[in-house]
């Protein structure tokens, strides 16, 4: 089970951390993402994190402005965001691959965020 919270509304040019506790699986890490959403609109995978916590990916779109990070004794993982952008508003998601596939096939309901101007 995935559970995200720290969504919430917030001005654009602010910054806000998500976060994302992994349950249920075992111990063992997993490689990690974040994906955000809007009605109407095709998921966006963002941000991945590999098991070590070593390897990042970025989209375009968040890339210079949002950090993922992982504390695996904690079995979290974490989406720093900052100057953050109306067009930033989604719903915001994590995702899990025990196998590193790029699947991601455990995945959480997701928390929201809304970024006025």
């Known amino acids: ?3 995200e919270s720290g969504g919430t509304a917030v001005q ?3 910054s806000l951390k998500l976060a994302c506790v992994v349950s249920g699986q075992g111990n063992s890490p997993y490689c990690m993402a974040w994906f955000r959403q809007v009605a109407g609109k095709d998921r966006e ?3 991945t994190i590999d098991r070590s916590g070593a390897e990042t990916t970025y989209a ?3 890339k210079g402005r949002f950090t993922v ?5 904690k079995n979290t993982l974490y989406l720093q965001m900052n100057t953050l952008k109306p067009e930033d508003t989604a719903m915001y ?3 899990a691959d ?3 596939s790029g699947v991601y ?3 959480g309901q997701g928390t929201q965020v809304t970024v006025s101007s």
């Open 12 to 14: 654009a040019g602010g």
């Open 69 to 73: 990070s992982q504390d695996n004794p």
């Open 60 to 62: 375009d779109s968040v």
């Open 45 to 47: 995978g963002i941000a």
């Open 98 to 100: 025990r196998r590193c």
């Open 1 to 3: 089970q995935l559970a």
């Open 105 to 107: 096939p455990y995945r």
């Open 93 to 95: 998601s994590c995702a």
